[in-house]
């Protein structure tokens, strides 16, 4: 194995099942940092017994639910970077189906003015015909119950 556990980067163990790295500074200047999940720090073990020579990448990728060439670059990555090399890279984003903040708030604002005795299905087709927002009407449904516009047959609503 060459260098230490995080090669280069400083890191200690906070608790059990953590490590807490220090993370570079992302491209635009914010800290990519936090500590290591558990499912982060079993993939630094194993890379580290793959590395050691004490593990093969296929039995290594079964351990961790992924193929030996993805076992092979990670432990390339461990070599380059140390233990922020593991670090999944969509920590902290945004997903790419996430509806935007102002159409969710759009949704809530012209149920509670216009569409407050409809149910999700009869909004959905309103909003589409109406006002040119096309939603699945999970999504509206979703969104009514989050704001407290919408309960379910089973659920009685909360009393504030």
């Known amino acids: 194995m060459r ?3 995080v090669s280069g980067d400083e890191a200690q ?3 059990p099942g953590q490590l807490d790295v220090t993370y570079p500074a992302q491209a635009d200047g914010t800290p990519a940092g936090g500590a290591l999940t558990a499912k982060e720090l079993d993939r630094l073990r194993v890379v580290q017994l793959v590395l050691q020579r004490r593990l093969t990448r296929v039995s290594a990728g079964g351990m961790l639910g992924i193929g030996p060439r993805q076992v092979a670059r990670l432990c ?3 070599q380059r970077q ?3 090399g593991l670090v999944s890279r ?3 984003r945004v997903g790419n189906r996430k509806l935007p903040p102002s159409i969710e708030a759009q949704v809530v604002e012209l149920t ?4 407050q005795d409809c149910g999700p299905t009869q909004v959905r087709k309103n909003l589409a015909e109406q006002h040119g927002i096309q939603l699945a009407k999970e999504t ?3 969104i009514l119950s989050n704001a407290g516009l919408w ?3 089973r659920r009685t609503p909360q009393v504030k």
């Open 82 to 84: 140390g233990a922020v």
């Open 76 to 78: 390339d990555a461990y």
């Open 3 to 5: 260098g230490s556990a």
């Open 90 to 92: 969509k920590r902290g």
């Open 140 to 142: 509206v449904r979703k």
């Open 151 to 153: 309960f379910s047959k």
């Open 112 to 115: 509670r003015r216009l569409y």
């Open 13 to 15: 163990t906070s608790g």
